[in-house]
């Protein structure tokens, strides 16, 4: 199972960036999607994440601006991202909870690349 991640970039405060993350292999199921960052000298933190039903939460620092969905049947999350702050500059990685490649074997979990989001001020 792989996670590519794409949409980082480059932003002035108060813009918007999409980020999307795309997981492929052989996946019978995934009980949720997430979004983690991590900041320069900073440990790693959750942003966002979503069940498999669509059930969401979020970091404190983000509710109101950030916004995580999900296509179950591309296996793909997207993390829409408005109103950026300059506290939002990080390392956004994508995380694949409990993923079952068939309907008996033990859930594991899995990590993108990251993508790197830089908020001018």
């Known amino acids: 199972v792989q996670l590519v991640e794409s949409g980082g970039g480059l932003v002035q405060a108060g813009g918007s960036l999409r980020l999307s993350c795309a997981a492929s292999?052989?996946?019978?199921?995934?009980?949720?999607m997430a979004w983690y960052r991590q900041a320069p000298g900073k440990q790693r933190e959750l942003v966002a994440r979503?069940?498999?039903?669509?059930?969401?939460n979020y970091a404190d620092s983000v509710k109101g601006r950030l916004t995580i969905s999900r296509d179950n049947a591309k296996n793909t999350v997207y993390l829409q991202m408005n109103s950026l702050k300059p506290e939002d500059t990080a390392v956004y990685y994508c995380?694949?909870?409990?993923?079952?490649?068939?309907?008996?074997?033990?859930?594991?979990?899995?990590w993108g690349q990251g993508t790197q989001v830089t908020v001018s001020s």
């Open positions: 995380n694949a909870d409990k993923v079952r490649i068939r309907s008996f074997s033990r859930p594991q979990d899995y």
């Open positions: 292999g052989r996946i019978f199921a995934i009980e949720a």
């Open positions: 979503i069940s498999s039903g669509g059930s969401t």
